[in-house]
């Protein structure tokens, strides 16, 4: 699928993308893994899971996600399902850990705390996946802005993004005030509080 194609599976809802997975769409699948792949990888990373290893965690959700898939009952149900079984699998992936470092010192216990994710990192991962999903669903130009203004380490300077959009340096400001007012509505629009 190429980068079009992705970018029109991620304004599908995830019903639809559900829906074509189950039937086997490749495109469905590649617009989901597309849609749900910062959210997954997110996760471990948070949790100081080195990246390697996040990747293989990313690996095996996607596994499970692929298995499961077609007992999913309630598709707006899924990103709190992903939320759930990437955290059982860094779950997993620590008590893996502990398990190797007993061979060569005294065990830590598994705290109950251990188990979940905390209620607050569970609702912060929610909130990011939205913000994510907001920013998709933008115009490609208030996409480009937003990336480039808040998500690039280091911070681009105004002069930087003028010269990537091809545009004058002083309309990135009022630019920049748009697509935040876009971004906001969209926030508004998926229930964002």
């Known amino acids: 699928m190429d ?18 997975c189950v039937r086997g769409s490749e495109n469905a699948w590649a617009a989901l893994l597309e849609k749900y792949k910062n959210l997954i990888f997110s996760i471990p990373v948070r ?10 965690i990313f690996q095996r959700v996607c596994v499970l996600l692929l298995a499961e898939l077609k007992h999913l009952r309630q598709p707006a149900a899924l990103p709190m399902w992903l ?7 860094c779950l997993r992936w620590h008590r893996q850990e502990r398990s190797r470092a007993s061979q060569y010192a005294e065990e830590t216990p598994l705290t109950p705390d251990d188990a979940l994710l905390p209620d607050e990192v569970v609702a912060r991962i929610k909130e990011e996946q939205m913000l994510r999903e907001a920013i998709e669903a933008l115009a490609p130009r208030c996409r480009e802005v937003i990336q480039m203004l808040f998500f690039e380490t280091p911070a681009r300077p105004y002069e930087d993004v003028a010269r990537s959009l091809g545009l004058a340096t002083g309309s990135i400001a009022f630019i920049r005030g748009r697509c935040l007012t876009r971004l906001r509505r969209q926030l508004e629009k998926m229930g964002f509080r």
């Open 3 to 20: 980068l079009k194609g992705r970018r029109d599976g991620l304004s599908w809802s995830d019903a639809r993308l559900v829906r074509g």
């Open 83 to 89: 939320i759930r079984v990437t955290s059982h699998e």
């Open 47 to 56: 949790q100081g899971i080195p990246r390697d290893d996040a990747a293989d």
